[in-house]
């Protein structure tokens, strides 16, 4: 989403143009939150799932919370006031309608991880999917929750009765986020047929020599069993031309030598 | 987004309860086992390995030791499972099914399992599509291509939001491992193979329409539930109850009977179209086909309802009532048959034009059904409804069951149809045919050229209805049927022919109102008045005709007496060949011939003309009520009126009669 690089040098436009850019700030690092929780999200119940993948949910998942609870906040007394400017309020109600989706995206996701709690409970391992996944979510949540180093300081406790415990938390931040959704709803008005998105359609790619790299790794799997095949047939021929381009050379040679 | 306000939402957006996907489950998890699940074995790619994947034949191995199926139902079994989603083929995906060699599989995570609580998200397919346009720029197939435009334009309120995601997502795979990084794609690509399925595959997913009411959730126990289920109770209640004995003997003798006409139980001849592709057996059984199959045929002799309800057998049984002369039976029962299927806008036409061909007096095609279901029926096509005519319809159709369809089947136009129906050969085709054929497969006509065939069908049969053969007035008395609508046994029949029920069966003229359009007004409203004099009296009649009934009855005898070559005037004069045979009584009736010299417009007071002066509880019952002389007064005063159609009862009061 473009910065709102409103350079007028108006009073009240000046506090609007700082809260956009704060708003804009948090809805960023929300939406970061809710894609690194999506990601943890679907390690759960697989090989890789373990007290600290919970950990890491959980602390995400408060994170998220955090963060929209502020963004909420925000939002709403902007929006509410009535004296707000119609090109900020467009902005507004665009920052309105991310926000209310990356919350749905974040309810779904906690909703699923809940859930999958209940059936996947860490107490039997073998019943854990074998994904094919090795690596846990740690990195990810680093990203998530902004901290530099992948050692998480909080080593996992791994107390019987925490499982309920957290359930229940769950449970209970579950209902808060629903709360909220519903209360913004009821708050404000936002018609979301009249927002317009600045942004292209198509997202530019963003790093050209990774996607290759993983591009021919897709590539790969898709035809392990061919390249082999594919590899016998193309040394042939490049055998073959290699001998047809030496003849030619030295029947050249040759006629360049006798002539 | 979803506002969820269930009270004044009554959008359908649950889905139903896919029940298998719960086993489908406890499948997996059992498959899965490190220990007794399948043999699972590292992905050796170009830089790395990944472990925990499982071959086809690994697969089916272990699905067929596990269940004790044959190979070929774990092959089924396999590639649902796939096709559900909870295995994904690494090779190939694109083809959701299990090959029994030595391609490779994996397990899907959890997450991305398909469940029922959590609608598969239009966002979220925004994202992943974006996603992959974003890895890799013009990755996107043509139908994702189109599915991205079309997202981009429904939720276009969305779309920062989405590209943001979509980019963070992106950078939040980017801090995995390599391998996990491909895991998760491969995953993530599979979800939308099964979720979001390419054009021209079926999806396992496909579970029709969404339900207003969410299965998954409690029912909540208000009175209205309680309610619903004591209703539900008190109907099993009252049931009724059958021995065991009973009806196990008839579901065996429905097997028994039905066996070796069910496609599935046994071979379909000549081939079955679903399997081998060839429409054979369609083109041989279509409806209206000449020469039917020896099985369709025997079919027919299994009950009435089988004859029936084959369109073929139908027009078999209506030739064959033809040549008995009883062709409106069932010409009744299909008029019945449409009323009740037919839209409601022409309800009220259909009504009325089968009432004025089968039911009422004077009805060309008058069927033979007792008084008290004529009552009944009448005073139900005051306000006429979808049933009101199925009390006469069940009477019809018993009529025919046990009188008509034994005849019909000993008769020689059964036996010629069951010499000449057609007994085709079973097809063997190899392989190689049977692929050809899959290629030669062309669509069938579409449903709105059949329904316009058929249309038109129905339009030529009714252009050409058969002028009924029924209505042989020479033969019949023209005494009226009154004695079969009253069921008032004090009328003496002396003077009626045995022969009542062909009365009302005027002479060739198919309809009445161009029969009555044709003749003079008095002459009909004489036979009217005819057979509406005669006619019996109702007993549910109105108290105060009742005084009047009984002094009727010797009137009405009178009437008969004095009317009683009115009918064969009648007839004389509608038919155009009868005109000179007008007075010749001698056949019909030995009653006084001095009837044709009376004045013409004697009494107009009839049944259906009496929608002006007679108070609305008489009106749907014979004349009898009034006196004759009354009626003759009354007679007298309408002259004129130009009533020259059957009326029907039920028509509102207008002082013009000019409506039918």
Not at chain 2, 157 to 171: G, L, P, S, T
């Amino acid at each position: 989403m473009p910065l709102v690089n409103n350079k007028v040098g108006d009073d009240c436009t000046v506090g609007t143009d700082k809260a956009l850019a704060d708003g804009e700030a948090l809805l960023q690092s929300l939406i970061k939150v809710v894609a690194c929780y999506r990601h943890l999200a679907s390690c759960v119940g697989g090989c890789t799932d373990s007290l600290q993948l919970r950990d890491e949910l959980r602390q995400t998942r408060e994170k998220a919370q955090k963060l929209a609870a502020s963004i909420c906040h925000h939002l709403t007394s902007h929006l509410r006031d009535k004296s707000l400017p119609e090109e900020q309020r467009k902005e507004m109600e665009l920052l309105w309608v991310a926000f209310s989706s990356s919350l749905e995206l974040l309810h779904v996701d906690m909703c699923k991880v809940f859930s999958m709690g209940d059936i996947f409970s860490l107490a039997n391992t073998a019943t854990l999917v074998q994904t094919g996944l090795q690596g846990g979510g740690s990195e990810v949540a680093a990203r998530a929750l902004s901290l530099p180093d992948l050692n998480q300081a909080l080593t996992p406790t791994p107390a019987a009765g925490l499982e309920s415990q957290e359930r229940s938390t769950m449970e209970q931040e579950i209902s808060q986020i629903d709360h909220m959704i519903d209360d913004m709803e009821m708050k404000v008005n936002v018609l979301r047929w009249m927002v317009e998105p600045h942004g292209p359609q198509y997202a530019d790619p963003l790093s050209s020599a990774d996607s290759a790299s993983l591009a021919l790794l897709s590539v790969d799997e898709e035809q392990p069993a061919q390249q082999p095949l594919c590899q016998r047939k193309q040394i042939f021929a490049f055998l073959l031309l290699f001998t047809v381009v030496l003849l030619a050379s030295t029947l050249s040679v040759c006629i360049v030598l006798f002539s | 987004m979803t506002i969820r306000n269930t009270l004044r939402d009554h959008g359908q957006r649950y889905r139903p309860r896919i029940a298998c996907l719960k086993k489908a489950e406890k499948v997996l998890l059992e498959m899965q086992d490190p220990k007794t699940g399948v043999k699972s074995q590292p992905q050796r790619l170009v830089i790395t390995t990944i472990p925990h994947a499982i071959t086809g034949e690994d697969i089916l191995s272990w699905l067929a030791d596990r269940f004790q199926i044959d190979t070929q139902e774990a092959r089924n079994f396999g590639s649902m499972l796939v096709a559900l989603g909870y295995i994904y083929p690494l090779q190939d995906h694109k083809r959701l099914v299990i090959k029994p060699d030595a391609s490779l599989y994996r397990f899907q995570t959890p997450y991305f399992w398909p469940t029922q609580q959590w609608p598969v998200e239009d966002t979220d397919y925004a994202i992943y599509l974006a996603k992959r346009n974003i890895r890799k720029k013009g990755i996107l197939e043509l139908h994702e291509q189109e599915q991205y435009n079309r997202l981009h334009k429904w939720m276009n309120h969305k779309w920062d939001f989405i590209v943001m995601q979509a980019k963070e997502q992106y950078r939040a795979a980017k801090e995995r491992k390599k391998p996990d990084r491909v895991v998760f794609d491969c995953q993530e690509r599979a979800y939308w193979v099964v979720h979001r399925p390419p054009p021209g595959t079926v999806s396992a997913m496909d579970y029709g329409l969404d339900r207003r009411i969410d299965p998954n959730a409690d029912e909540e126990k208000t009175p209205d539930f309680y309610g619903r289920i004591m209703i539900f109770t008190q109907q099993s209640i009252m049931r009724p109850r059958v021995k065991s004995s009973v009806s196990i003997g008839a579901l065996v003798k429905y097997c028994a009977t039905y066996n070796g006409h069910d496609p599935f139980l046994s071979k379909c001849l000549p081939s079955n179209p679903w399997i081998t592709d060839d429409i054979t057996y369609w083109n041989l059984n279509m409806p209206n086909v000449e020469i039917p199959t020896k099985m369709r045929v025997e079919r027919w002799t299994f009950s009435f309802g089988e004859l029936l309800s084959d369109p073929r057998g139908r027009d078999d049984f209506r030739l064959f009532l033809k040549k008995e002369f009883s062709g409106e039976n069932l010409a009744f029962w299909e008029g019945c048959e449409d009323l009740k299927w037919g839209t409601a806008a022409t309800m009220r036409e259909k009504a009325e034009q089968i009432y004025k061909s089968f039911l009422a007096r004077g009805a060309p095609r008058w069927i033979n059904i007792d008084g008290k279901t004529m009552e009944i029926t009448v005073n139900g096509l005051k306000h006429p409804h979808r049933y009101v005519l199925d009390a006469a319809q069940t009477h019809i159709y018993m009529l025919m069951k046990k009188d008509s369809f034994g005849r019909y089947l000993k008769s020689p136009v059964f036996k010629d149809t069951l010499k000449k129906a057609v007994c085709p050969e079973e097809h063997k085709y190899s392989d190689a045919q049977l692929e050809q054929n899959a290629k030669n497969r062309r669509p069938s006509l579409s449903p709105i050229v059949l329904r316009q065939q058929e249309k038109e069908h129905r339009a030529k049969m009714a252009a050409n209805a058969p002028v009924d053969i029924t209505q042989l007035c020479r033969y019949t008395t023209p005494v009226p049927h009154l004695a079969v609508y009253s069921g008032i046994s004090d009328f003496p029949s002396a003077n009626a022919s045995p022969s009542l029920p062909f009365l009302a069966h005027s002479p060739a003229c198919p309809s009445p109102i161009s029969v009555a359009l044709d003749s003079t007004s008095a002459s009909e409203r004489r036979a009217e008045a005819g057979e509406g004099g005669a006619a019996g009296i109702p007993e549910a009649r109105a108290p105060a005709a009742g005084s009047v009934s009984r002094s009727c009855m010797p009137l009405s005898l009178r009437r008969l007496l004095k009317r009683g070559c009115t009918p064969s005037t009648m007839f004389a004069s509608l038919s155009p060949k009868y005109h000179s045979a007008a007075g010749t009584s001698s056949r019909i009736q030995p009653i006084s011939p001095d009837q044709p010299s009376q004045a013409p417009p004697r009494r107009i007071g009839n049944f259906f003309q009496i929608k002006v002066d007679i108070p609305p509880e008489c009106r749907i019952y014979p004349i009898e009520s009034e006196d004759e002389d009354e009626e003759e007064n009354r007679a007298a005063s309408r002259g004129g009126v130009g009533a020259k159609e059957i009326i029907c009862p039920w028509e509102s009061l207008t002082p013009q009669n000019g409506t039918g």
